[in-house]
């Protein structure tokens, strides 16, 4: 089945499991399994590759045990397509008195495919994170504990400025949402009490990561004033990175044009080669029946002979790249995959034009050599 368009020109986020060492037997760990995953949000389509790690080594003397990459709850819900940008759009706008059949076709005209069902279903959705309370059942602080604890994270989602703010506590190695809370402010005072929820559930904090927000990083120095603080690196990054975004954009546009003109060519090349088989089967029909000798004889004069590729066979050979590396993936803000692109495309390039560069060298020579 093949993807809607959006997918197929989705950005991909690609995110690794954290461990990196076998804790039994020391050795590196290994990349065993690729999860996919689509996420539709209001900035277009998200492919999220997630690799998780695991040791193959056949004498560690441990379990075969797999490490799950960290599922950002700030994208989308676990099992859910919608991003949680969406979901947030759709709960916040309904609150305000819009009916859910104005909000999906709005959606809609933005692109974002979605019915009046699964609206219902969206703001169902944001109902339940708007008071997600997981920290308190004994069963889910049990298997926290039997971890080793938690890494705290704790961010907040704003549908405009308008609306109040809704800040997510969870679990960054289970993904385990804990809790959650509309605030209608961001000082210190309002933050205070979801992060006393996660204290009081009794379970080893043992890092916590935010960014940094103005009233969430005292409120976390109050309440965990022991706890090992770290402030979100890939926030960092990408605020560092934010000057280049016109760029980037840009160079993004002019990958989309060049893979384009890449794609035209690929069909004359295929509606030419069609053409062309055509025309040998007419003649192949019209032509008179072999001698069993003389059709020998061709195919084992065929079958001697070395295969090279044709011009148009290599023009193929070429598009089929140019299409691969216009689809590359990235690692943002350090290594963005627009860049990535255009690189790769510049590459394949020059060896084009050394190729041709060359084949005119070849073709002067023979000229001489010939006069």
């Not at 990175?241 to 690929?266: F, H, M, N, W, Y």
Request: proline share 6%; charged share 30%.
């Amino acid at each position: 089945m093949k993807r809607p368009v959006g997918q197929r020109s989705a950005r991909t986020l690609i995110v690794t499991a954290l461990e990196e060492t076998c804790p039994a037997c020391g050795e590196r760990l290994d990349i065993t399994q690729h999860r996919h995953r689509w996420i539709e949000r209001l900035d277009g389509y998200l492919h999220v590759v997630r690799r998780d790690r695991s040791c193959r080594r056949p004498g560690c003397p441990g379990p075969r045990k797999v490490y799950h990459a960290p599922e950002d709850l700030r994208l989308a819900l676990p099992y859910r397509t919608f991003g949680l940008d969406v979901t947030v759009s759709i709960g916040e706008r309904h609150l305000r008195g819009e009916s859910l059949s104005t909000v999906g076709r709005d959606l809609c005209a933005r692109g974002i495919a979605i019915d009046q069902r699964h609206t219902g279903r969206v703001f169902r959705d944001f109902l339940a994170i708007s008071s997600a309370a997981s920290g308190d059942e004994e069963k889910r602080r049990a298997a926290l504990r039997a971890q080793g604890g938690i890494v705290l994270m704790c961010d907040g989602v704003q549908f405009d400025d308008r609306a109040p703010v809704l800040y997510l506590a969870w679990d960054a190695i289970s993904s385990t949402p804990l809790f959650s809370e509309r605030k209608p402010f961001r000082s210190e005072d309002d933050l205070r009490p979801v992060l006393e929820r996660v204290k009081a559930m009794d379970v080893p904090v043992v890092a916590i990561v935010s960014d940094k927000e103005k009233g969430l990083v005292p409120a976390v120095q109050a309440v965990f004033p022991h706890a090992p603080y770290q402030f979100c690196q890939t926030h960092f990054l990408k605020n560092c990175a934010k000057p280049l975004e016109k760029d980037l954009s840009t160079l993004g546009a002019s990958v989309v044009a060049r893979a384009t003109r890449v794609q035209k060519i690929a069909k004359k090349l295929n509606d030419a080669e069609r053409a062309v088989r055509k025309a040998q089967e007419k003649r192949t029909a019209a032509a008179p029946v072999p001698v069993p000798g003389e059709a020998r004889a061709a195919a084992v004069t065929e079958g001697g002979e070395s295969h090279r590729l044709s011009d148009v066979e290599l023009a193929k050979e070429v598009c089929e790249l140019g299409r691969q590396n216009a689809r590359v993936s990235g690692r943002a803000p350090l290594a963005p995959p627009e860049l990535e692109r255009h690189e790769r495309l510049e590459k394949l390039r020059a060896l084009v034009d050394e190729a041709r560069e060359g084949g005119h060298r070849g073709h002067r020579k023979a000229r001489h050599s010939s006069s």
